[in-house]
């Protein structure tokens, strides 16, 4: 019997499901996922699937009345059976993890860039993001599907006349990256992102603008030149994802 993991058996460089360093995970965004919500959308991203829904509430929170501005929050989660074991509800024990209070405000911040609160007047959507299926990116899957959520859910306000002007300013999608065993490498499944020597999450607008960057050195210090390599590498990703939200955008009008 082989006692040796995966990572140990796997070559340097190449990467357990054989995809290339520099290639990502099939994508495939499905949009309306959930009919009863303004906006949804599954986002699958290999063995990652998240589906996103968005919850238009007129009205906003007390600390904003009267500003004449909107606002866009996130909620995510994980399902008990998400992942190989058993995740136990947040709800029963007491109240969120803090992972899950950092993931749902990176999230809300990341839509939050690429909204006019302005144009979207004094209402309040709320993207929910829940896991369906966990292998690495979750976070990053959720910001990417949430946009389209988030889109769908405005198209409808705007054809609704509940708005006139579009509060979108520009599509926003993320992706993961780092470094393992020496190698960079794009969007990180599971055992690559549990075992990277350095790992990343990397947040972009539709021009090609940084909303968020999450740097993390797991084992050996990384220098500037690594950082550069891997921000290049994380934009060549995002350039992909942001051109598959534009193929569902233009099927949503």
Not at 70 to 95: D, K, Q
Request: contains cysteine.
């Amino acid at each position: 019997m082989n006692s040796q993991t995966p990572e140990e058996t796997t070559p340097p460089g190449a990467r357990i499901d054989g995809r290339s360093p520099t290639e990502a995970r099939a994508v495939r965004i499905t949009p309306g996922f959930l009919p009863n919500a303004e906006g949804s959308a599954l986002i699958e991203t290999g063995n990652t699937h998240v589906v996103c829904s968005a919850t238009v509430g007129m009205g906003v929170p007390p600390w904003r009345r009267g500003s004449g501005q909107g606002w866009v929050t996130a909620e995510y989660g994980m399902l008990p059976r998400s992942s190989s074991e058993r995740i136990p509800r947040e709800g029963r024990r007491g109240g969120l993890s803090g992972r899950t209070q950092e993931i749902q405000r990176l999230i809300g911040r990341s839509l939050r860039a690429v909204v006019d609160m302005q144009a979207l007047g004094e209402i309040t959507i709320t993207v929910d993001c829940d896991v369906l299926r966990a292998d690495g990116g979750t976070r990053t899957a959720a910001i990417t599907g949430g946009f389209v959520a988030l889109y769908q859910a405005v198209s409808k306000l705007r054809s609704s006349g509940a708005l006139q002007k579009d509060p979108i300013i520009t599509p926003i999608a993320a992706t993961s990256v780092g470094i393992v065993r020496d190698t960079p490498m794009l969007d990180l499944a599971y055992d690559e992102d549990s075992t990277a020597e350095v790992d990343l999450n990397v947040v972009m607008t539709g021009n090609i603008e940084f909303v968020e960057v999450q740097g993390t050195a797991e084992g050996l210090a990384f220098n500037r030149r690594q950082l550069d390599g891997l921000l290049d590498l994380a934009e060549q990703g995002i350039r992909d994802l942001l051109e598959a939200q534009r193929r569902i955008i233009g099927a949503i009008g």
